[in-house]
């Protein structure tokens, strides 16, 4: 996949990973969403480097998805944990 298309799932699973973690965020919509396409990149990156499972050059590969999203998520857990109280 290209970087485009990292970019472009990195939105989704940002997207995602905010529905599944409902609430306020510190930075709102455009920080959640950088959230996301970085989430995607660690995600992919972990899933390659700690579980030796390499990501497929498939825009559709479920595992693929999956790291995504779980990178959004863990970033957003710990963005939310650094900067929660900021807004207040």
């Given at each position: 996949?290209?970087?485009?298309?990292?970019?472009?799932?990195?939105?989704?699973?940002?997207?995602?990973?905010?529905?599944?973690?409902?609430?306020?965020?510190?930075g709102g919509l455009?920080?959640?969403?950088?959230?996301?396409?970085?989430?995607?990149?660690?995600?992919?990156?972990?899933?390659?480097?700690?579980?030796?499972?390499?990501?497929?050059?498939?825009?559709?590969?479920?595992?693929?998805?999956?790291?995504?999203?779980?990178?959004?998520?863990?970033?957003?857990?710990?963005?939310?944990?650094?900067?929660?109280?900021?807004?207040?």
């Open positions: 996949m290209g970087i485009v298309a990292w970019i472009v799932l990195g939105l989704v699973a940002g997207a995602i990973a905010k529905i599944l973690l409902p609430g306020r965020d510190p455009i920080v959640t969403t950088l959230i996301g396409i970085a989430g995607a990149f660690v995600g992919g990156w972990l899933s390659a480097k700690l579980l030796h499972r390499t990501i497929g050059n498939h825009f559709f590969d479920l595992a693929t998805w999956g790291a995504a999203i779980a990178g959004s998520l863990v970033l957003l857990v710990a963005y939310r944990i650094l900067f929660g109280n900021c807004r207040d």
